[in-house]
């Protein structure tokens, strides 16, 4: 599996390269969106999660040792379909006026300037998606993607 997954990822990013050995255009490369399931499992494990592992390791060291495919996917890797969001990630909370009092514990807020600054951008980028703008581009890429949302307070 392994061996595919660096086949399928040399390809992708041979089609990246531009002109081919004999002087012919290569291919343009495949968006995320319209690769298959195995092109998107080669993609995450060879290019995503190493730059996202650097990025979380900037941020913390621990993540060194422990950033994997479950760090974001959680149960989704052991049952193969690599889901999200994911209910392993911690949740956000689940309205608007929860999350700016949430903002108020300074570790809450830390993590949210990061994934805000560094990864909600690297991601989109990754992903060759527009960032999230709730008047632009409201089908961007955004914190929902990975992250569930926990009841509002007071709902039943």
Known sequence: MFMK???MALC??????GDGADGEPTPEPVAYK????EQREAFMYDVVLPQMKDTFVAFDAKYETTMSCETCHGNGVADGSFAMPSA???PLP???EEF????EDPEFARWSEFMLEKVW??????LQVPVYDPEATPEGFSCSNCHTHEEPSGTP
């Not at 992708?12 to 390269?17: E, Q, T, Y």
């Not at 319209?34 to 399931?37: G, L, P």
């Not at 951008?121 to 990754?126: E, V």
């Open 5 to 7: 997954r660096i086949s």
């Open 94 to 96: 689940g309205t608007e």
């Open 100 to 103: 700016y009092a949430a903002l």
């Open 88 to 90: 392993q990630i911690a």
């Open 34 to 37: 319209d690769m298959s399931f």
């Open 121 to 126: 951008p690297q991601m989109a980028s990754l």
């Open 12 to 17: 992708l990013l041979v089609a990246a390269c």
